[in-house]
Structure formats: structure tokens, C-alpha cells
Antibody, heavy 119, light 110 residues
Framework: QVQLQESGPGLVKPSGTLSLTCAVSGASISSSYWWSWVRQPPGKGLEWIGEIFHSGGTNYNPSLKSRVTISVDKSKNQFSLMLSSVTAADTAVYYCATRLQQLTYFDLWGLGTLVTVSS | QSVLTQPPSASGTPGQRVTISCSGGSSNIGSNTVSWYQQLPGTAPKLLIF???QRPSGVPDRVSGSRSGTSASLAISGLQSEDEAEYYCAAWDDSLNGVVFGGGTKLTAL
């Protein structure tokens, strides 16, 4: 059974960099999945951030592209999110999720982790 | 402002059939399949419908989805109190080269 688990600091200072990791268990990060990040500000809807394939190919939300980097660590079977120059508007629950290579829906989600941007 | 448009709320009495609409454009719903997610309070989204009208294992057949042109809809028949949740539609957008979501619809069982 494939499982995803997010981890990282729950508090980030304004203008700093948000860094999160998603540990994958029950499947190889090198399998035919796109590994994705989705966020949800408090009381608001879902926003797709971006995704990575094990080969290194990425897709990013154009509205966040200049600040986002998603990477894969095959040795640890995990993938990561970095979001730079954060502001209070980046406060959200961050989910990692996955979709099969040729499909466009997320069939598995992590539990999510709340990241607050505040000084 | 979400790319896909959903009504912010929907409601029905127990046992009733309710539908939630999702409107998009030619670059998303018009050319790609639609998925729906259910999010119970304080939990992660859960896949409810994929490929417009397919249910994952474990989703009851009183839940159904459809797509026509650049719009899609989710229907829940025999509404139950446990169906109270936020529902999101989503689709791949060829112009943005990414997944777009609707703003979400809060379903209430009166």
C-alpha cells in the first residue's frame, strides 16, 4: 500500500524559503508516477503547485513558477518542495499527492502539513 | 479566482439527489477528463470520481459524474449526513500545462 508523508518546519519567516519533504513508502519514487504538491490556504480551496517525474521532468503552476523548485531524492525515496520569498499569503496546508504518468487525477494524498509564514 | 467555476454551496434533505456543477473552458474540461474530490473537515482530499464518471473502489454507486462540452457535474443520490463535505472538481489544463481546481462546493444535508 503506497503512502505519502509530508514533513518540514511548521513556521517560516517572511521572505524566507519554505522547505518540505514527502516520504514515499510502498512504491519506488522511480515508478511511473508524477509526484505533486498541492496547497490549501486556511478556509480556501486547493491550488496545484507543481510536480516532478523521477527522470527530473517538472511541471509548475505558472503563478508560482518563479519561486518554486521541486526535486527528487531517489536514495531516500522522497521528493521535496522549496518555495522562496514567502509571504503570509503562502500560509497553507501543503499536501503531497501522486498521479500515474498518463493520468490526470490524484489517486493518493498525504495527510498534509500546515505551514505558517510569520515573524 | 479559480480556473474552474463551482457554486460555493449546495444543499439537500436526506434521501434527496443533489448535483454540483463545474464549468471550465476548451483548454481544460473541453479537452481533458474531469475528476472530483471529497474533503471532509480537517482531512486530506479523497478521490471520488475520475475520468469524468469512474468511481474508485469503495465509492458507492449513488455517486456519479458526467461531462458535457466544457462543463461537468457531480451527482449524489440518497443524500446522507456523512456526505456533508467540500467537493472539488479538477482537470488538466493544456494552456497552463498543469492541474486546475474548482473553488470548491460545500455540501450540506439539511
Amino acid at each position: 500500500q503506497v503512502q505519502l508523508q509530508e514533513s518540514g518546519p511548521g513556521l517560516v519567516k517572511p521572505s524566507g524559503t519554505l522547505s518540505l519533504t514527502c516520504a514515499v513508502s510502498g512504491a519506488s519514487i522511480s515508478s511511473s508516477y508524477w509526484w505533486s504538491w498541492v496547497r490549501q490556504p486556511p478556509g480556501k480551496g486547493l491550488e496545484w503547485i507543481g510536480e516532478i517525474f523521477h527522470s527530473g521532468g517538472t511541471n509548475y503552476n505558472p503563478s508560482l513558477k518563479s519561486r518554486v523548485t521541486i526535486s527528487v531524492d531517489k536514495s531516500k525515496n522522497q521528493f521535496s518542495l522549496m518555495l522562496s520569498s514567502v509571504t503570509a499569503a503562502d500560509t497553507a496546508v501543503y499536501y503531497c499527492a501522486t498521479r500515474l504518468q498518463q493520468l490526470t487525477y490524484f489517486d493518493l494524498w498525504g495527510l498534509g502539513t500546515l505551514v505558517t509564514v510569520s515573524s | 479566482q479559480s480556473v474552474l467555476t463551482q457554486p460555493p454551496s449546495a444543499s439537500g434533505t436526506p434521501g434527496q439527489r443533489v448535483t454540483i456543477s463545474c464549468s471550465g473552458g476548451s483548454s481544460n474540461i473541453g479537452s481533458n477528463t474531469v475528476s472530483w474530490y471529497q474533503q471532509l473537515p480537517g482531512t486530506a482530499p479523497k478521490l471520488l470520481i475520475f475520468s469524468n464518471n469512474q468511481r474508485p473502489s469503495g465509492v458507492p454507486d449513488r455517486v456519479s459524474g458526467s461531462r458535457s462540452g466544457t462543463s461537468a457535474s457531480l451527482a449524489i443520490s440518497g443524500l446522507q449526513s456523512e456526505d456533508e463535505a467540500e467537493y472539488y472538481c479538477a482537470a488538466w489544463d493544456d494552456s497552463l500545462n498543469g492541474v486546475v481546481f474548482g473553488g470548491g462546493t460545500k455540501l450540506t444535508a439539511l
